[in-house]
């Protein structure tokens, strides 16, 4: 009896940190989630609090004083009792305890790295295993872009070349383009070479050679690749030296019919300061883009994602998450694993209520969680000016619009006040906020274009820092 409550509770545990964390990973950036989340566990959840074991010191420090807030934040919007937490560093419990909880963990540890399969990453390609083209669920909003894919697998670096993918947050790039790779390391048995890297990394790994004097290393490690992946080309607008080394290295692998594959948020045309030369390579091959998913396609991802983990959900729940989340399979996803958690903890199936509650919860909180920075950032982004233009005081024309829904979004969402709204974008006077605010209320009732933009711009915040 006792053995079978442990177990329970345990599961629980495991359950709990894995909808916390798909929370988690809604509000901090990739890289930080992963660098800071990676070997994490919650070891206990009792008596309203909860305790998370980091594997070192450091890691502890950190996500201690920076990600306290979202981290109770989550735990609480998935157990309510949860009141505190507190971290320890893996390992400092005592030996017994802790050779007593692996024990009983041991079957749970695969589950857990469902989460952390991010890290399976192999270190030669980039490639991460868990993105198939066997699980990625093909509808008319992505048939384009998988039919090409799939072309490309079967003529590698002949048919069309390079192959740009772009679409929305959450919408199935990574897993295509990457699928796309694992793909064709499997049929080639591993003969033909695959390099994955985000645009990030690429750019990293020009500054570093820059700064070593290295160029030739990076030369040849891009320019050996069979088939060089580069996920989220976005982020080369403005980066103009890493920009003119990635135009060498496109030029070098397309002359000798080797595979490029791209994808970004955006079509060539709307990347912000990228040169012209390399739009013109980029749209010079086949361009597809992934729009958002039909009902239909949304259920079918729903009930895979469900299937892979073992999982399942009343249809209509599945119904339910498929008709609010719309736009974001991921945070479709990250609903899913808090509705399963909530139903194995509570040993019954979930009503309607709850399940809305949970929903509305998960997407709330990407919008309402940011900060006034990952705002206008965010804003600066769409209308593609400086941030320090849009809270700047110039007068001109462009920042008016800009500006004001800086100021709408600060109030609708973070519910700020508006002398700080103020402060925020450089006014002194805090009837600047309120008339930006109201004028935006009055104009989003007569322009649906306008509404638009908001909608399309807090889609965005979170990819902000
Ligand atoms: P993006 O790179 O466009 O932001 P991702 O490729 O990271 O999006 O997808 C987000 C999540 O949604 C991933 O877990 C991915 O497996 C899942 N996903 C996206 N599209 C599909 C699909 N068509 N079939 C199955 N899963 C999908
Ligand atoms: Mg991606």
């Known amino acids: 009896m006792g053995m079978e409550r442990q177990a329970v509770e345990l599961t629980n545990l495991d359950e709990l940190w894995r909808a916390a ?11 930080n989630f992963l660098t800071w989340f990676k070997n994490s566990r919650l070891l206990e959840n009792h008596d309203g609090s909860a305790l998370v074991a980091l594997p070192n010191g450091f890691a502890k420090e950190w996500v201690e004083s920076k990600y306290h807030k979202i981290i109770l ?22 030996q017994k305890a802790i050779s007593r909880r692996r024990r009983e963990n041991q079957q749970k540890q695969d589950e857990r790295q469902m989460v952390f399969q991010e890290m399976r990453v192999d270190p030669i390609t ?3 295993p868990k993105y198939s083209l066997t699980s990625f669920v093909v509808a008319s909003f ?6 090409a894919a799939q072309a490309v697998v079967e003529n590698v670096g002949t048919k069309y070349n390079p192959l740009f993918i772009y679409g929305g947050v959450g919408l199935g790039k990574t897993h295509l383009i990457q699928g796309v790779g694992n793909e064709i390391r499997r049929i080639s048995d591993n003969r033909i070479g695959v390099k994955y890297v985000t645009s990030e990394k690429f750019a990293n790994d020009v500054i570093w050679a820059i700064k070593n004097r290295r160029a030739e290393d990076i030369k040849s490690a891009y320019r050996s690749a069979d088939v060089l992946i580069v996920d989220d080309i976005q982020f080369l607008g403005g980066k103009e030296t890493t920009q003119e080394e990635f135009f060498h ?7 000798n019919n080797k595979q490029i594959i791209i994808s970004s948020d955006r079509p060539p045309a709307a990347i912000a300061r ?3 030369r390399l739009r013109s390579r980029f749209e010079g091959g086949m361009i597809a883009d992934i729009s958002c998913p039909e009902y239909e396609a949304r259920v079918a991802i729903a009930k895979t994602k469900l ?6 959900l009343d249809d209509k729940i599945v119904d339910l998450v498929a008709k609010r989340v719309q736009k974001n399979i991921r945070e479709i996803e990250g609903i899913l694993n808090k509705l399963v958690f909530h139903q194995i903890t509570y040993k ?4 309607i209520s709850t399940t809305e509650k949970i929903i509305s919860e998960v997407t709330n909180r990407s919008a309402s969680r940011a900060t006034p920075n990952q705002i206008i950032k965010a804003v600066a982004s769409f209308f593609e000016i400086s941030p320090n233009d849009v809270i700047g005081r110039s007068r001109s024309k462009e920042y008016v619009e800009p500006r004001q829904i800086v100021m709408y979004l600060l109030r609708d969402t973070l519910n700020m006040s508006y002398p700080d709204i103020a402060s925020r974008v450089g006014k002194r006077d805090h009837t600047t906020a309120i008339y930006a605010y109201k004028k935006m209320v009055v104009d989003l009732e007569k322009n649906p274009e306008l509404g638009r933009k908001i909608i399309l711009i807090k889609e965005d915040v979170n990819k902000f820092e």
């Open 21 to 31: 964390l798909s929370e988690i990973e809604l509000q901090v950036s990739k890289p």
């Open 73 to 94: 934040g989550s735990i609480r919007s998935i157990s309510n009792e949860t009141k505190n937490v507190e971290y320890v560093v893996e390992g400092s419990l005592s």
């Open 126 to 128: 980039g490639l991460n």
């Open 142 to 147: 992505n048939e384009l872009a998988h039919s």
């Open 249 to 255: 290295t496109f030029n070098a692998l397309h002359e």
């Open 274 to 276: 990228l040169e012209e």
């Open 307 to 312: 299937q892979e983990r073992g999982a399942s």
């Open 348 to 351: 019954r199936a979930l009503d």
